[in-house]
């Protein structure tokens, strides 16, 4: 289980910190939020669904047909998809939810990241500031939270209207067919048939671009048999190591969704 500790002088002025070079840390998890700004990214390359968290939807990305499976992550750790989610990006950082509504900056201290002084980045500078790679992690997050905030009043526009309904999934995975239940998607019929007056409502919501990026990911679904497949057949070979992954090479701490 993850250990988040928030991020203080008192604590990590004398510890240091690495970047991951691995997402097997992801590998176990099967849907990952999205927020708004990165759906048009998303939609080319991963199935993306609604789900219910706390009475309301949020848009996911569909990463594996098992709760504890995500078949975009390859044994040695790689991506093998064409955009990665901004959630798994921030690792092993997250922003917790502290009283009166602030945010403070946590780490994973048991995400093998955690280093002594003098190793990895340190958390802050001479001066005492956060170090400048602190801030971007940092300015990351918090850009990913305004915009979820966002999101989920997008969200509960789709909703009052209706529009998001559940989504019955049947793959066919080898010779056997598998079912994805619990997840939602939107109702095209009912999105063409609304009234003009509801059309202008999503439009001003901003709901359009959500709705219409969710409709066309879903044709994204069938990769999830064809990854079940792949992952059968190559797990009785043995696969080439690959050269390392570099987080500052992929940009992943940047909130520019043109890039990957």
Request: hydrophobic share 40%.
């Amino acid at each position: 289980m993850p250990n988040f500790v928030p991020i203080s002088r008192e604590r990590h002025a004398d510890k240091g910190w690495k970047r991951f070079d691995s997402y097997a840390f992801a590998a176990r998890t099967a849907l990952v939020p999205l927020v708004g700004a990165e759906l048009p990214k998303a939609a080319m390359s991963l199935p993306i669904a609604f789900v219910q968290q706390d009475e309301r939807y949020i848009p996911v990305a569909v990463l594996g047909i098992e709760p504890t499976s995500n078949l975009f992550v390859a044994p040695d750790g790689r991506w093998l998809g064409a955009y990665i989610p901004s959630a798994l990006r921030g690792h092993p950082f997250m922003l917790a939810r502290t009283e009166g509504e602030n945010r403070v900056l946590c780490m994973d201290e048991d995400s093998g990241l955690l280093t002594e002084a003098g190793q990895g980045e340190p958390f802050f500078a001479d001066s005492g500031e956060p170090a400048e790679g602190l801030k971007q992690v940092l300015d990351f997050l918090q850009q990913v939270e305004r915009n979820r905030e966002q999101t989920a009043l997008v969200c509960d526009a789709l909703a009052r209207l209706d529009l998001i309904q559940p989504w019955p999934i049947q793959l066919k995975t080898g010779e056997k067919e598998r079912q994805i239940e619990g997840l939602s998607r939107i109702d095209e019929a009912a999105l063409n048939q609304l009234s003009d007056e509801h059309f202008l409502e999503l439009r001003r919501a901003g709901a359009l671009p959500m709705a219409y990026c969710q409709l066309l990911a879903m044709q994204h679904i069938t990769l999830l048999g064809r990854l079940v497949d792949l992952r059968a057949n190559t797990s009785r070979t043995t696969s080439k190591a690959s050269a390392p992954f570099s987080l500052e090479d992929q940009d992943v701490l940047k909130f520019d969704w043109d890039s990957r």
